[in-house]
């Protein structure tokens, strides 16, 4: 089967455009993946090589995927919210990918402040969309975190050698949870899965 080429596509968001990378499924798989990008203000983009890995695997699943910046970020329009704004943002990705693609099976996935924003916004989606969501270090420490309840579907992927998100934090909020997601730990791993990235997608595949 013919791999469709990646495209680079402005969407409408409510700070201006988003700036995205729309890769269709050859094989005509409702289901979509969203990935979201670690925080912009430490140089984390769409482009980020977590992100990229995902957006792979979900494709070489035979899935269509949908990578997008921020605002504030690359060639998105606006400045950077803390995750309220961006919570938006994604809100409104979802809505453009319904309207032009008929978005009715979600997955959705995140990487450190795009864990946050995907698990944010994965309580204010409606019922039946969201097939599943992916937290991969997710920032258990910020404020609110504690709060969410994730759905049943949720994989925890965490380093055990982070330096950025605790890797006992994160065991402790996903233990718990009212339904705990399952937590798959990578020994030897940092926050950004260097040298780790073939694993993370070995990891990933059979849950798609």
């Known amino acids: 089967m013919t791999t ?3 495209e680079k596509v402005s969407l409408p968001g409510p ?3 988003l700036e995205a990378m729309w890769w269709p499924s050859a094989a005509k798989n409702p289901r979509v ?3 979201c990008h670690p925080h912009p203000l430490q140089g984390g983009t769409m482009d980020n090589k977590v992100v990229t890995t995902l957006a792979r695997t979900w494709r070489d699943a035979g899935h269509a ?3 997008f910046n921020f605002r504030g970020t ?3 329009a606006g400045v950077h919210d803390e995750g309220r704004g961006e919570v938006d943002d994604l809100l409104a990705v979802l809505e453009w990918l319904r309207v032009e693609h008929g978005l009715h099976e979600l997955d959705l996935a995140g990487f450190s402040f795009g864990a946050w924003v995907a698990a944010a916004t994965s309580v204010r989606l409606p019922a039946g969309l969201l097939r ?3 937290l991969v270090a997710p920032p258990v420490q910020y404020e609110g975190f504690t709060a969410l309840v994730p759905p049943a579907q949720t994989l925890v992927f965490q380093g055990d050698d982070d330096d950025v998100v605790d890797p006992a934090a994160v065991a402790d909020w996903v233990a718990s949870r009212p339904q705990p997601p399952r ?3 990578f020994a030897g791993t940092g926050h950004f899965f260097h040298g780790r990235l073939t694993a993370l ?3 990933l595949a059979p849950y798609l």
């Open 15 to 17: 700070a201006g455009v």
């Open 74 to 76: 690359a060639g998105s």
């Open 183 to 185: 937590l798959v730990r």
């Open 4 to 6: 469709a080429p990646e």
């Open 132 to 134: 599943q969501l992916v």
């Open 201 to 203: 997608k070995a990891e």
């Open 65 to 67: 995927t949908l990578r």
């Open 33 to 35: 993946a969203v990935i």
